[in-house]
């Protein structure tokens, strides 16, 4: 198997700024952003230590996918995937928020309920539910944008108040959010899923709303398998994710949740490529395309020269 790509490090005089997030590397060059999908793997808000190959692709992939199948409903961010690894796109002014909505009592908002509360982000939620059971309507639950650290949620009301964003762009953001759930829950059943909760990025550019990120990733949705779904909630068992929640579960098992003191532990390679293999089925499971594998000898060559012709054409 191919090694994973942990760090890119390109540089162009067209080339503005760089910066690197979690598990991309973000290229500025004018009012356009160059963003390389990395194989770094983050849990708990932690790097982990070892990429996971093909990752990037998978989610860049995916998200290329799902931008062009949603584009009619908001405009989003991209111009071109010059790789498989990039794109292209155009560089907006983010708002502060991140647009969560859940279809179902699940994760976050389980351990919220499960603890008491009936109020999520300003939504009432009515008594009685279980865990993975389906809400009687999506609901928003919007989370701010921490540089650093967790994100904390908010309620539409204090988003307002506070001046994140203006009511009027709210109200579109709102709408634009359960019309693209809407268009991810009917493309989900197409392939045998259910879209459990997701969450969407948006900015603006040119004053025009523009939706930016990826969409509908393993790594920023959640999915259960439909086929089982109902009968598994009827006899309390756990449901089966498609998302990275099984990386999370095996950092628990071995003792690791991001708390200070605790220890990353050690990635085998046997674990690294068990990793990969979920990420392609994945990709598979959502898309209903096969993955394939770039045959290229060094990623990281084929990734700067593509990245090098696409700077030229800027």
Known sequence: ?????????????????????????????????????????SAFDVVLPEPIPFKGQ?????????????????????????????????????????????????????REYRDGKRMLCGVP????????????????????????????????????????VTESDYEQLEGFTFKLFERGTTLAAEQGLILVDTKYEFGKFNEVITLIDEV??????RYFYAEGYEERQEKGEEQKQLSKEFVRQWLITNGFQGKEGQQIPTMTEEFVHSVSERYIELFERITGKMFIKDSAENILERIKKNVVKTIEKI
């Open 125 to 164: 939620l009515p008594e009685g539910l279980k865990e993975h059971d389906r809400l009687p309507n999506p609901i928003i639950t919007p989370t701010t944008k921490a540089h650093e650290g967790h994100d904390e949620d908010i309620s539409k009301e204090e988003i307002i108040k506070q001046g994140l």
């Open 1 to 41: 198997m191919s090694k994973g790509i942990k760090y890119t490090d390109f540089s162009h005089p067209k080339q503005t700024n760089k910066y690197v997030g979690k598990v991309r590397d973000v290229y500025s060059f004018g009012d356009k952003l160059m963003m390389v999908a990395t194989d770094r793997i």
């Open 58 to 110: 998978v989610l860049n992939q995916i998200a290329a996918i799902m931008l062009e199948k949603t584009k009619d409903i908001v405009p989003n961010w991209v111009i071109s995937v010059p790789d498989p690894n990039v794109t292209l796109g155009k560089k907006c002014e983010p708002f502060p928020v991140e647009m969560v909505i859940r279809g179902y009592l699940t994760g976050h908002a389980w």
């Open 216 to 221: 509908h990733t393993p790594d920023s949705s």
